[in-house]
Nanobody
Framework: VQLQASGGGLVQAGGSLRLSCAAS????????MGWYRQAPGSQRELVAQ???????KYVDSVKGRFAISRDNARNTIYLQMNSLKPEDTAVYYC??????????????WGQGTQVTVSS
């Protein structure tokens, strides 16, 4: 599976950004897709995840501000990020896997896109 992410950038606190990630390859290997992020000096963490059937999971810190969506026909996911905070600054990585349980260890990764939120 190849993942192509786009949409990062620099935005002021309170602003919005939209990330996109297009996947090519087996639909079985993209049953679960999501976004992780890694800030300097921190571990990579799951931000949001969505299954082909539409089951969604968010990390608590982004609930109510971020929205993940999926276009199965295009094998593409989106992350709409609103009310951005400086602590959202990180490199965001797209992930695709067959199973949610081991997505971070066994899934495929995109190249990462930088999101910087200035205060």
């Amino acid at each position: 599976v190849q993942l192509q992410a786009s949409g990062g950038g620099l935005v002021q606190a309170g602003g919005s950004l939209r990330l996109s990630c297009a996947a090519s390859g087996s639909i079985f290997s993209t049953a679960v897709m999501g976004w992780y992020r890694q800030a300097p000096g921190s571990q990579r963490e799951l931000v949001a995840q969505i299954t082909r059937g539409g089951t969604i999971k968010y990390v608590d810190s982004v609930k109510g501000r971020f929205a993940i969506s999926r276009d199965n026909a295009r094998n593409t996911i989106y992350l709409q990020m609103n009310s951005l905070k400086p602590e959202d600054t990180a490199v965001y990585y797209c992930n695709a896997a067959r199973w949610a349980a081991d997505a971070s260890s066994s899934g495929s990764w995109g190249q990462g896109t930088q999101v910087t939120v200035s205060s």
